[in-house]
């Protein structure tokens, strides 16, 4: 009924400041040539699903949790490829803090072929499955 996405979020703190209080939130959509590409990117003004809160993010720190995403089969929107069906799904992530400006970015989430960076899209015409090999691509 749903394409989950089990997953562990690394935050790191690349700047020189201490980020306090900060709301970490998330959702999963498709990417697909006929969506606006605004419907497709997380933006400061996104709706996007709380995910977790961390107290906070000193300079330089990483913080990680776990996370688990869904996305009905309903709401995908498939890409044909001669024969086969595809899915890319799109992890779109933002990330608040006091006193800061909303942070955000997009990933492309796919199949990672041993010995390869690129990740490719799933197949919705084959039998549904459990993946343990993916990867993601930031796009933004």
Do not use: W
């Amino acid at each position: 009924m749903n394409a989950t996405l089990s997953c562990a979020i690394k935050v790191h703190n690349q700047t020189g400041h201490d980020y306090q209080n900060l709301q970490i939130s998330g959702d999963l959509v498709t990417a697909h040539g006929k969506v606006a590409v605004s419907e497709q990117l997380a933006g400061a003004d996104t709706d996007l699903a709380p995910l977790n809160t961390m107290p906070a993010l000193a300079a330089g720190e990483t913080g990680e949790f776990a996370a688990s995403l869904n996305l009905p089969i309903r709401q995908i929107r498939p890409i044909k490829q001669g024969r086969a069906t595809l899915y890319v799904p799109l992890l779109r992530l933002r990330i608040t803090s006091d006193g800061r400006a909303p942070v955000t970015q997009t990933f492309v989430i796919g199949m990672k072929p041993p010995g390869s960076n690129k990740v490719q899209p799933f197949r919705l015409d084959e039998m549904p499955q459990t993946y343990s090999q993916i990867g993601s691509r930031a796009l933004d």
